[in-house]
């Protein structure tokens, strides 16, 4: 039976919300059909692929671990770009977990001590289905490290064969513990009381827990080896970007230690915002040298001003568009007008196109006009205009008369993760949403 295909191209107005969805491309075929790259728009420079980088990253580190921050905006397409790199891992014979935490794990609240338990869940996981060996002794290790309150391990049993569609014939071996940790997962995600009783046991036995980790990398890096694998496993931990940042400042800031003896391959994401701050410099000590994917450009700063006639953003974003619809389902006006205020930021440029097809479809058109955007623009503009208060204004006065390169400050931190400002360029390089220029111009909030 073949993939089904979450996305099609579209050729009516009717099918724009399946195409424009903004779920992340995850198969082969999709990425195959709908993938455009955009390396060149986004940094500037074509030879700075993500993938492509790492990939070579990971060729070359034959005996040096990768642990590593992926940084941008939520939204930017960081999901797809992780899917790209599974794929070409896999292919390379690297065993691979990718990890989903905003949908794992509880991305509301997220501890150090959460994200262990999930990397030792995805490892003997994947272990599992690829049918290495993971030894007696350690087995019974983590069998006995949740038996130990008979409470707890109840509850885990029941979670589990919640988690595993009500399966509660009696398991042996590796099985028993890919049941048990999913048992502790489903706990971490949905169950609150419970959640607070697992972390109540793990923090003071976290070493334990550490030590319970790296002997399951050991044993399968050690079969990886005698395989003519790869023997170094992959860890890729997708949605920690999205969580709260005082959790995600435990994590990698006071807690990043806890990572580094792992024997791994680690990539992460992680909150733009937090990159413009003080904390930054010390948490690539556990993570060092940081990945970042910027937005899709719109306009080049260059020596103090904007470029003129820079049109490589433009041109990729009607390409990605072009990619997913018929370009007969917009007019010229209206695909200008919604790729301009959107400020290259997909999420917010499909959340556009989705909402004047809707508008356009009320209307029996067969396409989308001038009038459909701008009110699609105008529900946006709302919005994100709405997520900020007049104390920011004075730093976006300066953002726009030209202090395009900013610096680490609680006020930047809180415009970028609300996205009334944009990273371009991956070089510190920030400039206001469109639609908040627009804004403030229009209510004379700012002036040159």
């Known amino acids: 039976m073949g993939v089904i295909m979450l996305y099609l191209k579209a050729d009516k107005l009717s099918e724009i919300q399946d195409a424009f969805n903004p779920n992340p491309l995850e198969e082969p075929e999709e990425i195959n059909s709908f993938y455009q790259d955009v390396t060149e728009a986004r940094t500037g420079d074509a030879y700075s692929g993500f993938v492509e980088k790492m990939e070579l990253l990971l060729e070359d580190s034959h005996h040096s671990l990768i642990h590593k921050l992926f940084v941008g905006h939520a ?7 992780l899917y790209r790199l599974k794929h070409v891992a896999q292919g390379k014979g690297f065993l691979t977990c990718f990890g989903r935490c905003d949908i794992d794990l509880d991305s509301g609240d997220v501890e150090y001590t959460d994200v262990l338990l999930y990397i030792l869940d995805l490892l003997v996981l994947q272990a599992c289905e690829q049918d290495l060996k993971i030894s007696d002794r350690i087995v019974k290790s983590i069998e006995n490290y949740w038996n ?17 569609s009500g399966s509660v014939q009696a398991e042996a071996g590796m099985k028993k513990i890919v049941k048990l940790l999913a048992g502790v997962r489903a706990i971490l995600k949905n169950s609150a009381e419970s ?3 697992v972390r109540t046991r793990v923090e003071p036995r976290s070493s334990e827990l550490i030590a319970q980790i790296r ?7 050690n079969q990886l080896s005698a395989s003519g694998r790869p023997d170094i496993p992959f860890v890729i931990l997708d949605g920690l970007d999205k969580i709260p940042l005082e959790q995600a400042r435990k994590i990698f800031m006071e807690n990043g230690s806890r990572f580094q003896g792992l024997q791994i391959h680690l990539l992460v994401t992680f909150p733009i915002s937090l990159s413009y701050t003080p904390e930054y410099k010390d948490i690539q000590i556990w993570f060092p040298n940081p990945v970042k994917l910027p937005m899709i450009k719109l306009r080049d700063w260059q020596n103090g001003a904007y470029a003129e006639e820079y049109m490589e953003g433009i041109d990729t974003l009607k390409n990605i568009v072009r990619k997913r619809a018929d370009l007969s389902l917009f007019t010229k006006e209206a695909l200008d007008e919604l790729i301009l205020y959107t400020g290259g930021y997909l999420r917010d440029l499909f959340r556009c196109i989705c909402d004047a097809a809707l508008r356009a479809r009320l209307r029996k058109s067969s396409c989308i006009e001038l009038s459909d955007a701008k009110k699609a623009l105008e529900v946006l503009e709302s919005d994100i205009n709405g997520r900020y208060g007049e104390e920011l204004i004075g730093k976006m006065q300066e953002i726009y008369r030209g202090e395009k390169y900013v610096s680490s400050s609680e006020e930047i931190t809180t415009l970028l993760q609300i996205g009334a400002v944009l990273e371009y360029n991956g070089t510190r390089w920030c400039d206001l949403h469109p639609l908040v220029e627009k804004w403030l111009i229009q209510n004379r909030k700012i002036t040159r």
């Open 195 to 197: 959640k607070k009783i």
């Open 75 to 81: 939204g930017v397409g960081k999901t797809t770009e």
């Open 148 to 164: 130990t309150d008979t409470e707890l391990s109840t509850t885990i049993s029941m979670q589990a064969d919640l988690e595993l």
């Open 215 to 221: 002997e399951v990398i050991e044993e399968i890096r």
